[in-house]
């Protein structure tokens, strides 16, 4: 089995470095030296917390993109003074932050690279669909009644499609993928940003996106706030595609399928994701702990 040779934490880093990077910042990594000559000038702290623990750096951090433990430990992190903020990808996400960490959470995406995902819309087609498989719990159950029933249906419409699994592939197999297919089918239980869909909603292709709306991590699940709105889509619009609950599937399934030359995904992406959105989100964020 080839293996993915990113994580998303890493995708999401990178993504923080080219939205800076196109609202015209100057950007400085592991610069340590030049951190330490201006103790009052923030800094963006990314990674893991066995790695944020080592750095004694003394200015003021803007935590993320990565990962900063679950709530209570992110509480515990941010009551060091010199962390000012703290990302979370989407606001869902952000919202089980919150009651801990307060106003320091920072909702931020990882800017999309719109030229690194081209619009693949006027390639020639040979593919219909590209499934996309990032179920993470209970496959056991899941994949039979989600996966399976998705590509018993395409079957059985004589539609053609490719199955990725996630962790399974390299970006340019996925982007190979993309490019010879007309539309994605996004299967995964819940995502803080989904960055694999997006960049097929950059690259033109429409998404027809599994969204039950559920908490399904047993390990955030007692984070949950009632009125937290779980989405495996968390950006997302009708321009996009289209959503749907497994028990609906057919029907969404058989609408998207009509409306396919309609949509403008690549047009939601460049108004709502792309890397100078993302970069003048971080900066306005970086500037007001500039003044302070």
């Not at 057919?250 to 108004?271: H, I, M, N």
Request: hydrophobic letters at 40%; one cysteine or more.
């Amino acid at each position: 089995m080839r293996q993915q040779v990113r994580t998303g934490f890493y995708t999401a880093f990178l993504g923080l470095v080219k939205s800076l990077e196109a609202v015209g910042c100057d950007i400085r990594i592991n610069d340590f030296a030049a951190a330490r000559r201006r103790p009052g000038y923030p800094i963006g702290l990314a990674g893991y917390p066995t790695v944020i623990s080592k750095v004694d750096l003394p200015n003021p951090v803007i935590l993320g993109p990565g990962d900063p433990g679950l709530p209570p430990a992110a509480a515990r992190t941010i009551q060091d003074p010199r962390f000012k903020k703290i990302i979370q990808p989407s606001d869902w996400i952000s919202d089980i932050y919150v009651p801990l960490c307060g106003d320091k959470v920072l909702t931020w995406f990882a800017g999309i690279d719109t030229g690194d995902w081209p619009d693949y819309a006027n390639e020639p087609k040979t593919v219909d669909f590209i499934v996309y498989d990032k179920i993470r719990w209970n496959r056991d159950t899941q994949v039979p009644a989600v996966l399976d029933r998705v590509t018993r249906r395409l079957t059985q419409d004589g539609r053609s499609f490719t199955v990725l699994r996630y962790g399974a592939h390299h970006h340019s197999e996925f982007k190979a993928a993309l490019k010879k297919s007309k539309a994605l089918i996004f299967l995964c239980e819940h995502e803080t940003q989904g960055l694999a869909y997006q960049e097929a909603l950059s690259a033109n292709i429409p998404v027809l996106a599994w969204d039950e709306g559920k908490m399904i991590d047993p390990v955030l699940h007692p984070y949950l706030l009632e009125n937290t709105e779980v989405s495996s889509v968390p950006y997302f619009s009708d321009a996009c595609g289209r959503r749907f609950k497994i028990d609906q599937f057919e029907s969404v399934y058989e609408a998207f399928w009509r409306l396919l030359g309609t949509f403008q995904p690549r047009k939601y992406v460049e108004d709502t994701l792309s890397l100078p959105k993302a970069g003048e989100i971080y900066l306005k964020a970086y500037a007001e702990l500039a003044r302070r």
